[in-house]
């Protein structure tokens, strides 16, 4: 038997799962990366995936497959990171179960990531908000669970993972209401729920009449959404939106995250403070929070701008006008 095969077993049981308890997000990520490589050496070496060995797997055949990924998938240079993520990760457990492969596995820890431009983010106005969360039917019962999810996810920011986990037991509606969800790296947090928001939650508890650990918002099988359906259901309701009342949404490229990135600009025009931003959307680490919103905030930018002299304007203390000829030349 090859030395791969056992090794990926022990990789993912043992490690991932018993060791690390990684979340089942990261055991996906980590699978389909490991299996696109497989794919990938399988075409360029000719053996099956259970024949190849760790020395089948070197840095340039690594190599290789990140180009791969970019030129041939399509892949985005953050999407290629996270695959050489998941292969880096393989490779640092394999030095300490085969330390006879050590010159393959350190020529291929060695290769590093890619830079990323960071961009912007999209975030939308108040205007486009309100035009978001008129756009579904709310004479239906599909249209009553689209704009209460829709609604929840501008206040709360939650990630998409988080909207697909929340049961109807984690909304809690009596004296400080809030909703409770698992977010990354584990961390439970809680976020307070304005009364509109309370009430609107509450009619949908009761139309939706589940048990505690029924999914919040179900879909037509009576499971919880995924991904993909939120993906669906954002991009239906913007182009309803842009289409019957908000013509600045046609240009803008509006996903689920988008919306956490509206509840965080949206904290963050209302003067809340990074530090309070930060434990609102569960971020690790503040820098994040910096990075990424006070970047994105022009209204910041337009007051420092504003505490600023134009070039060429005289210096000195301003002394106001006489009262007299300030009253004479005004008339």
């Known amino acids: 038997m090859s030395t791969l095969a056992p090794l990926l077993q022990a990789f993912f049981t043992e490690h991932l799962i018993g060791q690390r308890d990684a979340s089942p997000h990261t055991v996906a990520s980590y699978r389909d990366a490991i299996c696109l490589l497989l794919r990938f050496a399988q075409r360029r070496t000719g053996k099956a995936p259970h024949q190849l060995d760790i020395d089948d797997l070197d840095a340039p055949l690594i190599g290789a497959f990140l180009s791969h990924l970019q030129t041939e998938r399509g892949a985005s240079v953050r999407t290629r990171n996270a695959r050489l993520t998941a292969v880096r990760s393989l490779f640092r457990f394999a030095a300490y179960r085969h ?3 050590a010159a393959v596995i350190q020529r291929v820890l060695a290769i590093p990531p890619k830079r990323t431009n960071r961009a912007l983010i999209t975030y939308l106005t108040d205007a486009e908000m309100q035009a978001l969360l008129a756009a579904p039917d709310r004479l239906t019962r599909i249209g009553r669970r689209d704009h209460a999810l829709l609604l929840l996810a501008l206040e709360t920011g939650l990630r998409v993972s988080e909207l697909t986990a929340l049961t109807c037991g984690a909304v809690h509606l009596g004296a400080g209401a809030h909703v409770r969800c698992l977010g990354k790296g584990r961390k439970e947090r809680i976020t307070p729920l304005r009364r ?12 939706r009449a589940g048990a505690p650990d029924d ?3 179900p879909g037509p099988s009576g499971r919880p959404l995924s991904r993909d ?3 669906r259901l954002v991009d239906r309701h913007v182009a309803a939106a842009a289409a019957s009342s908000c013509p600045s949404l046609t240009g803008k490229t509006v996903s689920p995250h ?3 990135h509206s509840c965080a600009m949206t904290l963050r025009r209302h003067g809340v403070d990074a530090a309070t931003i930060a ?3 569960g971020h690790e680490d503040i820098r994040t929070t910096y990075s990424v919103y006070m970047h994105a ?3 910041l930018k ?4 504003a505490r600023t002299a134009p070039p060429g304007t005289p210096t000195g203390r301003y002394h106001p006008p006489d009262a007299l000829l300030a009253f004479l030349e005004s008339l």
Do not use: G, N
């Open 279 to 281: 434990l609102w959307l």
């Open 215 to 217: 999914p919040l918002f």
């Open 258 to 260: 988008t919306l956490r």
């Open 99 to 101: 330390p006879e492969s």
């Open 302 to 305: 337009e007051k420092a701008l």
């Open 297 to 299: 905030d022009l209204d």
């Open 229 to 231: 359906a939120i993906r």
């Open 196 to 207: 509109q928001t309370r009430l609107l939650l509450q009619a949908w508890l009761i139309e």
